[in-house]
């Protein structure tokens, strides 16, 4: 059973350019979670979606940001006009429902803006 | 909110036993989590405590309080492998955990 996928591994765009990150969970889990850790910090709450649904987003940044999960494929965060401040490792994690209390983590994104 | 504190660092020897702090304050409150990081890598699941006690799972255990909003991890018979950053997490009232800024566990000979 493949665990959650991310991809890339490893992203760099310069100041002002796009950034699309791509989460697809595990088999068998309709909840996706997505998650930010800038260096020497904590894992900051994003988002968290269902199938074409986003059920949480208080963590998101109100500009620029956005995530989907659609009916079919991954789910892709979305960040427009990058700036410096955005570079930092993005995990998504997913679970089988909202009660399950284990989450299973991708191995992120390492985005840096150059 | 949630407020989650643990401490910055901790160094141990091997073979030693550590006990790694963890106090919380939230709004509801749906269990506790311990993952572990490995510099680079994706969290891993350690242990979930929704009720008071001590759950024991191999060479780790995990200790909750809720009335004193705390919660501990013990790692027994520490490895080398065992260096890495250990994560606090608190699902409150919107199942959606809280993590804190981990303890990174430094092991040495």
């Not at chain 2, 106090?23 to 509801?28: A, E, H, I, N």
């Not at chain 2, 490995?38 to 891993?44: F, L, S, V």
């Not at chain 2, 991890?73 to 260096?83: F, G, I, T, V």
């Amino acid at each position: 059973n493949a665990g959650v996928m991310q991809n890339p591994r490893h992203l760099v765009r310069r100041r002002g350019q796009e950034a699309r990150l791509r989460c697809s969970p595990m088999k068998g889990h309709s909840h996706v979670y997505w998650y930010r850790q800038l260096p020497e910090e904590g894992l900051k709450f994003m988002v968290y979606l269902q199938k074409e649904n986003i059920i949480d987003e208080s963590g998101m940044p109100k500009e620029r940001f956005s995530a989907e999960f659609p009916k079919e494929g991954p789910s892709i965060l979305r960040i427009q006009q990058v700036v410096r401040g955005d570079s930092a490792a993005y995990f998504c994690a997913s679970s089988p429902g909202k009660t399950s209390y284990e989450q299973y983590f991708g191995p992120g994104t390492r985005l840096t803006v150059t | 909110g949630q407020n989650i504190d643990q401490p910055t660092e901790m160094t141990a020897t091997e073979g030693a036993i550590v006990q790694i702090n963890c106090t919380y304050q939230t709004s509801g409150f749906n269990g506790l989590f311990w993952y572990q990081q490995h510099a680079g890598e994706a969290p891993t699941f350690l242990s979930y405590n929704v009720l008071d006690g001590l759950e024991e799972k191999g060479r780790f255990s995990s200790f909750l309080s809720r009335s004193k909003g705390y919660s501990y991890l013990l790692l027994k018979e520490l490895q080398m492998k065992d260096s890495a950053s250990y994560l606090c997490a608190v699902s409150g009232g919107s199942y959606i955990p809280t993590f804190g800024r981990g303890t990174s566990l430094i092991v040495h000979p």
